[in-house]
């Protein structure tokens, strides 16, 4: 049976999934596409009715080879998870992967990372202060690194200062550099073996300066922002001007007073094109399926960067259904 999505007193709950003691269980890919079926799935995810005394849901992530992912609560998750509190994430080989404490879907205080072995790697202090982390769209976090430590648990860096030498086994990433009180300093260097490229980036008290990528192809890209979230050319008003223009209420929702926000969600290519678009948050099948519409005959956006690099990214939004008085 195919997986559809609906809101019931304001909570995003699967229709047509395995359901067991008030849990909602959803089939899901890494890059958190839902699914129909198990098979199909990188990871399931358990969200259960909150505990007596408590307004957080608890949430459990497995993986396809049954060790556990993930282990935490939410207080909402329409339309996507808002963290609160102690959480526990583990790679597949079940080992620790990192700890991080949420307020309000915001990562705050001290947080533990650990490499591929289960062994410590890194520690970092979220805040009002530091290098920022993009965390989803429009949604930036800063931070401090506190220590640093190589794979035989020597530290490299302590209390904020010293040289490190830094590799994800799960990216296939790996940079070199100096931090100073927290914050990158000065130059730093590094590979993305995934996408076979080389970067060279200079730092000011932890903000970015330069930055050059160089494929391994010869191509070369000047950036001086690490991320940048896809645009819809001519901005926000130019995109509610292609809605207006473009979405024909439907006759019979219309006349029959259906309205709502039904939450989209799909892919910008590398190349801005606008790909694999599904209703997430549906509301009626006449607005679920005009809205899907309308956003598959959007013209090509400008897309997202990582180093300057164009690349492909899921992008989620609700558009609304109202009806004039």
Not at 55 to 66: H, I, L, R
Not at 107 to 122: C, Q, V, W
Not at 154 to 183: F, H, K, P, Q
Not at 292 to 299: E, G, L, T
């Amino acid at each position: 049976m195919k997986l559809t999505a609906f809101f019931i007193c304001g909570l995003l709950v699967a229709a047509g999934v395995a359901r067991a003691q008030n849990r909602n269980i959803y089939f899901l890919k890494n890059s958190g596409k839902e699914v129909e079926h198990r098979d199909s799935a990188d990871y399931i995810r358990i969200i259960e009715e909150p505990d007596t005394g408590s307004v957080y849901f608890p949430v459990t992530e497995v993986y396809a080879n049954q060790q556990r992912k993930f282990i935490g609560q939410v207080s909402s998750f329409e339309p996507s998870l808002i963290y609160e509190g102690a959480t526990l994430s583990y790679y597949a080989n079940g080992k620790k992967k990192q700890q991080v404490t949420y307020e309000k879907g915001w990562p705050t205080g001290l947080a533990y990372y650990f490499d591929i072995n289960g062994k410590p790697r890194k520690i970092v202090e979220y805040g009002e202060e530091g290098m920022e982390r993009f965390l989803g769209i429009g949604r930036i976090v800063k931070f401090k690194v506190v220590s640093v430590l190589d794979s035989t648990g020597v530290e490299m860096v302590t209390n904020g200062n010293g040289t490190a030498y830094e590799y994800s086994e799960e990216d296939l990433v790996r940079e070199e550099g100096t931090y100073v009180n927290g914050v990158k300093q000065g130059r730093w260097s590094g590979a993305d073996l995934k996408r076979n490229i080389t970067f060279q980036e200079i730092y000011e008290s932890g903000k970015l300066v330069k930055g050059t990528s160089v494929r391994s192809s010869g191509e070369t890209y000047e950036y001086n922002k690490l991320e940048k979230l896809p645009e819809f050319k001519g901005g926000a008003d130019a995109f509610n001007r292609f809605l207006s223009q473009t979405i024909r209420y439907p006759p019979e929702a219309r006349s029959n007073g259906i309205t709502g926000r039904v939450f989209l969600q799909f892919v910008i290519a590398a190349d801005g094109s606008v790909q694999d678009v599904e209703v997430v948050g549906a509301v009626h099948p006449l607005l679920d399926r005009e809205a899907a519409s309308v956003m598959k005959r959007s013209p090509r956006w400008i897309p997202a960067t990582q180093k300057g690099i164009p690349v492909k990214v899921m992008y989620r939004m609700p558009i609304n259904f109202q009806l004039g008085r």
